[in-house]
């Protein structure tokens, strides 16, 4: 399973980013694919989830990004996204997309992903 995600950078405090990941569409298919992101010392924790195609467009949220993140897919590109907006500054982090076949309630778990992409940096300046 081969995961890709992009679209970090910098961004001013109240502004938007788009998180991309790409993966193939088996695994679009099979697995529900999960967003996460990492401050630096902190624990890794979940942001977002949406299920597999087969589950129908299910959708999750951390409490600290509901209203604020959308995760969403394009079929045809076989591609993930994170809508982020109204961006804080404790939105900073390192972003990582994973895959999981865990069942749909336990996808916020971090440990119950079993691949992981390369991560990308936001950066939310004050």
């Known amino acids: 399973v081969q995961l890709q995600a992009s679209g970090g950078g910098l961004v001013q405090a109240g502004g938007s980013m788009r998180l991309s990941c790409a993966t193939s569409?088996?695994?679009?298919?099979?697995?529900?694919m999960g967003w996460f992101r990492q401050a630096p010392g902190k624990e890794r924790e979940f942001v977002a989830a949406?299920?597999?195609?087969?589950?129908?467009?299910?959708?999750r949220y951390a409490d600290s990004v509901k209203g604020r993140f959308t995760v969403s897919r394009d079929i045809a590109k076989n591609t993930v996204y994170l809508q982020m907006s109204s961006l804080k500054p404790e939105d900073t982090g390192v972003y990582y997309c994973?895959?999981?076949?865990?069942?749909?309630?336990?996808?916020?778990?971090?440990?119950?992903?079993?691949?992981w992409g390369k991560g990308t940096q936001v950066t939310v300046s004050s």
């Open positions: 994973a895959v999981t076949q865990i069942l749909w309630a336990y996808v916020d778990g971090t440990r119950n992903y079993n691949y």
């Open positions: 569409g088996r695994t679009f298919s099979n697995f529900h």
């Open positions: 949406i299920s597999r195609r087969s589950y129908g467009d299910s959708t």
